[in-house]
């Protein structure tokens, strides 16, 4: 079983403090209460009631090397001891561009910022400064970052489908109106669209698999009919690979799909944990930023700490093998899940890819996309989760398994073992 007294008395304490008691609405409302960490190291972490537990959750992402990674230290602690930040240009960010143009497949110029959520936004900015239009397509069941303009049709309800819904009190529909949302993996949705508002839309945003509602892989053929669409329709193509980019190829989608969408957003995997992100893409489109149709700012801007950070980690995963290695344990995993299910009679499905997969329990069919992800039993999925946390092991809610650099075959028995119990056990309930 998992002790939870310390953490408990951390957040009773915390609330006292910090609204909420936690820092991201992510976090909060979950169970049995906010587990409190004290520290990591690779695959592991270790929490305020003396416990280890084996991770699958990687702070939502970033650790793609796991904690404590030598190489990771080594590069951090040797720009610490130079710099924290100068507020003036460095070589770190010319060899991390550098380095990111070559292995991101037609990318040929980046921008740096802090967080997913701010690189979005540089994105949709330079977007509209270039075509000159202010609608922006996104897809139900997207998540693009928690501001107003984005934070629409996130998960929405049966009743919010099929328009842009707002996801939580203090967002004015003045922010959003410019946003126009369809159903993901249908074509003709998105030429609607297009038809709808010609001459208007500007700017199309996709997560290239849709990691953020149940792992939904693309239709063969889908991604490349939006990026013709956007073609046809003088729209600039996003592909907003916050979780995808250096997960599920050290080129993200690009390289995964061979496409070549005009932009593309990076951030979690991308410094291993420290907090950066990147827009790359098409060098034309990019110029607006030279020639003074519009601006990009930001103090901690490609700082040298998150420079230094990312450099090592893209050396770290850039290793012969690292995939191929990350995505046999994601698999070998998948394959546990669903032997596991099928020997207790529980109807289950797994989608996504090695790297980053999600389970629903109840669906008989791979989900497409969102209408199809709210169909699965969150129920029974967060029994699972509990028995799994009950043998030590983390996952993410609503399904979803991250692997990294760092889970091996040690992590992958010790997982297997912990599946096939607790499939056992919520079959019993
Ligand atoms: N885009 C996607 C696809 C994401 O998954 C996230 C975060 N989960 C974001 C943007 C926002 O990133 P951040 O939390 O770093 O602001």
């Known amino acids: 079983m998992l002790k939870t007294d310390e953490s408990e008395k951390l957040y009773e304490r915390s609330c006292k403090s910090l ?98 959520t701010e690189a979005v936004q540089s994105a949709l900015r330079v977007a509209r400064a270039y075509t000159g239009r202010n609608k922006i397509l996104k897809f139900e069941g997207h998540y693009h970052g928690w501001l107003n303009n984005m934070l629409v049709s996130v998960h929405p309800s049966e009743d919010q489908l099929g328009r842009t819904s707002p996801t939580c009190g203090g967002q004015p529909e003045e922010e959003y109106s410019l946003t126009v949302t369809v159903p993901w993996n249908d074509l003709n949705a998105a030429r609607r669209a297009f038809s709808e508002h010609r001459g208007e839309i500007g700017t199309m945003i996709t997560e290239a698999i849709l990691i953020n509602s149940g792992s939904c892989l693309p239709d063969d053929g889908y991604l490349e009919g939006l990026l013709d669409l956007c ?112 020997e207790n009679g529980i109807q289950l499905v797994t989608t996504g890819v090695g790297t980053a997969f999600s389970v629903h329990i109840g669906l008989s069919e791979m989900p497409r996309n969102w209408r199809d992800v709210m169909k699965a039993d969150g129920t029974q999925y967060d029994k699972f989760r509990a028995a799994m946390r009950d043998r030590h092991i983390l996952c993410l809610p609503e399904g979803r398994w991250y692997i990294g650099a760092t889970h091996s075959e040690k992590e992958l028995e010790k997982a297997i073992q912990a599946i096939r119990e607790g499939m056992q056990e919520i079959a019993r309930t």
């Open 19 to 116: 609204a909420t008691g936690v820092s991201t609405a992510f976090r909060r409302n979950v169970t049995p209460n906010p587990l409190y960490m004290e520290r990591g190291d690779g695959p592991y972490f270790y929490d305020a009631d003396g416990q280890e537990l084996l991770d699958y959750g990687l702070g939502w992402g970033p650790l793609i090397v796991g904690n404590n990674h030598p190489r990771l230290n080594a590069a951090v602690a040797d720009q610490l001891s130079r710099a924290y930040t100068f507020g003036y240009q460095h070589r770190g960010e010319i060899e991390l561009a550098e380095r990111m143009c070559e292995v991101l497949p037609g990318v040929d110029r980046v921008i740096y910022s802090n967080t997913g």
């Open 231 to 342: 073609r046809e329709n003088g729209a600039v193509s996003i592909f907003d690979e916050v979780i995808t980019g250096f997960r599920i190829a050290l080129g993200g989608a690009r390289e995964y799909y061979g496409l070549r969408p005009d932009l593309s957003i990076y951030a979690k995997a991308i410094a291993g944990g420290f907090s950066m992100s990147a827009v790359g893409g098409d060098a034309e489109i990019l110029g607006v930023l030279e020639d003074g149709r519009t601006t990009h700012a930001g103090t901690y801007n490609g700082n040298p700490i998150c420079t230094a950070a990312a450099k090592a980690t893209l050396d770290i995963l850039s290793e012969p093998g690292t995939y191929d290695r990350m995505h046999a344990h994601g698999n070998a995993l998948r394959e546990a899940i669903e032997t596991s299910a099928d």
